[in-house]
C-alpha cells in the first residue's frame, strides 16, 4: 500500500471516529434538566467523545508500519492500563478524574452559588479538567478540578428543605412549669429533634415547642397541628 493510501485511510478512520463521537454526543444529549443531571451528562458526554476519537487515532495508526506494533500494543494489550496507572498521578489526568468525581458527587453544579478561597461567585462551567466560575465582579476564576476534589467549598445553594415548624405557648408562671415542659415532651416524643425550651419569664412563662418538617409549606401544617393539640392537652390537664 502506498504512503497516501495508508495516509487515507488514517484520515478516513479519524474521520470516522469523530462522526461517531458527534452522533454518540448527540444521542446522550438531553434537555430541560436539573442542575445535578446536567452536570453528570456534559462531563460523560466530553469523556465518551475523548474515549471514542482516542480509540480511533490509535486505530488508523494500525495501518502505518512504523507505529503499528506500538497502536496494536496499546490497543490489543494491557499497556492502555499502565498508561492510565502512570499517568495517574500527573496533574492532568487527575484532573480529569477529579472532574469525573465532581461530576457524579456533586459537591457543585452549573449555576450553583459557591465561595471558593474566599472568592463568591456562579459555577459557569465544569470542564473535564478545569472549573470556571464567575465572580461577582464578572471576572472568571479558573480552577483544577483536582484542588475543587481535595479543598474545601461552601455551596450556598445546596441546602436542606426541611423547615422547622415552631409553637410558643404562654403558661401561667403559678403553674408547675417542670410539669408542663414534660408533658410537651411527651407530645412531641415521636420527633427525636425536638424540642422544648422555656424562653421567657415575662408576666407569664413562654414556653417554644419546635419541631422539624419536610418543607416550607409543610412547616405550617405541622405547627398548626401542634398547636391545636398541645393547647387541648393542656387544657385537659388543666395546666391553662
Do not use: C
Request: no cysteine.
Amino acid at each position: 500500500m502506498e504512503l497516501w493510501e495508508r495516509l487515507a485511510v488514517v484520515a478516513a478512520v479519524i474521520a470516522a471516529s469523530a462522526i461517531v463521537a458527534k452522533l454518540v454526543d448527540r444521542r446522550i444529549a438531553r434537555r430541560d434538566l436539573p442542575p445535578q443531571a446536567v452536570t453528570r451528562y456534559r462531563v460523560l458526554r466530553r469523556s465518551v467523545m475523548t474515549a471514542i476519537i482516542t480509540i480511533g487515532i490509535l486505530s488508523a495508526l494500525l495501518v502505518v508500519p512504523q507505529v503499528r506494533a506500538i497502536a496494536g500494543g496499546l490497543l490489543a494489550s494491557s499497556a492502555v492500563l499502565g498508561i492510565v496507572v502512570g499517568l495517574a498521578a500527573q496533574r492532568p489526568l487527575a484532573n480529569f478524574v477529579a472532574g469525573v468525581v465532581i461530576a457524579f458527587t456533586q459537591p457543585l453544579r452549573l449555576g450553583d452559588r459557591v465561595t471558593v478561597d474566599d472568592v463568591d461567585g456562579t459555577v459557569e462551567e465544569i470542564g473535564l479538567t478545569y472549573t470556571f466560575i464567575r465572580t461577582d465582579s464578572n471576572a472568571r476564576l479558573v480552577i483544577p478540578n483536582e484542588k475543587l476534589a481535595s479543598d474545601t467549598i461552601q455551596n450556598s445553594t445546596i441546602v436542606s428543605p426541611e423547615k422547622l415548624a415552631e409553637v410558643t405557648l404562654k403558661v401561667p408562671l403559678e403553674r408547675d412549669l417542670n410539669a408542663v415542659v414534660d408533658l410537651l415532651k411527651s407530645e412531641t416524643a415521636g420527633d427525636p429533634r425536638s424540642e422544648v425550651l422555656v424562653t421567657g419569664l415575662n408576666g407569664d412563662a413562654t414556653l417554644s415547642v419546635r419541631t422539624w418538617a419536610p418543607s416550607a409549606l409543610a412547616a405550617e401544617r405541622v405547627a398548626g397541628e401542634l398547636r391545636l393539640r398541645l393547647h387541648t392537652r393542656l387544657r385537659t390537664e388543666g395546666l391553662l
